[in-house]
């Protein structure tokens, strides 16, 4: 009993997860910039909030810089971030999965 209610709290944080990142990531497609899009989040624990936040802006990186391939210069100034924001979160990811993603742009590029 006490392992199903633990397990029902980390699949209804992990929705809640979720959900904060897609609900930041559609308000930055919206055309928000990325402070105003992270305001949007309903998350009081100041520690969660940055944890959602930083783990946004890492999948926000992934998508448009590693696999659309849009410099990170041109993303920073989409989301109105500072370029080395941008740099701080791409190197807090993991390593192969940029590099896997570029190197999918690439091969994708060679077969247009």
Known sequence: MKREKTEAMENSFNDALKDSIQKIRGAVEQGLSFDEACSLIAVKDPGLRES?????????????????????????????????????????????????????????????
């Open 52 to 112: 959602i936040i930083n783990d946004a802006l890492k999948a926000i990186v992934a998508e448009m810089h590693f696999s659309r391939g849009l410099p990170l210069k041109n993303l920073a100034m989409r989301l109105r971030l500072s370029l080395s924001r941008l740099l701080n979160a791409k190197e807090g990811m993991p390593g192969e999965s940029g590099e896997v993603a570029s190197a999918k742009r690439r091969k994708g590029s060679q077969v247009a």
